[in-house]
């Protein structure tokens, strides 16, 4: 019990004046006033750690998709989505990764297109260099022939020569008989 007393005098009588009060009646509503309290501080705190686990799945989840966007990129694969949602840092980022996803995809094109024709260029060298190597055994055979030729041509003119120089020789010889 909790007492409180003052002194109180009436005429000549001296009174007191007592007030008494249970413990437990005094202390209900400072008890009442901390559970609301704790109460409170639960559910604030509750509370933030939602928001803040919805803010933080906000922030990372278009920073995971840039990510994952750049690890299949990495990865050779040009023809993943890439699916911009907002107009945030990380939006920013998606739609440079598109943009950069692109131009890949067209300089890849582009050098596949190159490397076809320059296959082709090169089938068409190997066909030509192919072409002018039968030709220089062919020319080569031929001259070998014409060579050939010549020394029986030059044979048969020494062959005349001689047979000429012979017949000079038995004119000769005649005439002068």
Known sequence: VLSAFTPLAIGDMKWALLAEIDEAEVLAPINN?????????????????????????????P????????????????TVDIKVDGKDETAMLLTAMKSMNSQIGSIVGEVRNNATALSSASEEVSATSQSLSQASSEQAANVEETSASIEQMT????????????????ASKASAQ
């Not at 044979?155 to 038995?170: C, F, K, L, R």
């Open 155 to 170: 044979a048969s003119v020494n062959q005349n020569a001689e047979n000429a120089q012979v017949t000079d020789g038995i």
């Open 63 to 78: 920073i995971l998709q840039a990510v994952s966007v750049a690890d299949e990129m990495a990865k050779g694969d040009l």
């Open 33 to 61: 006033l901390i559970m609301i309290i704790v109460i409170v501080v639960i559910i604030a705190g509750i509370l933030v750690t939602l928001a803040a686990l919805f803010m933080a799945s906000a922030i990372s989840k």
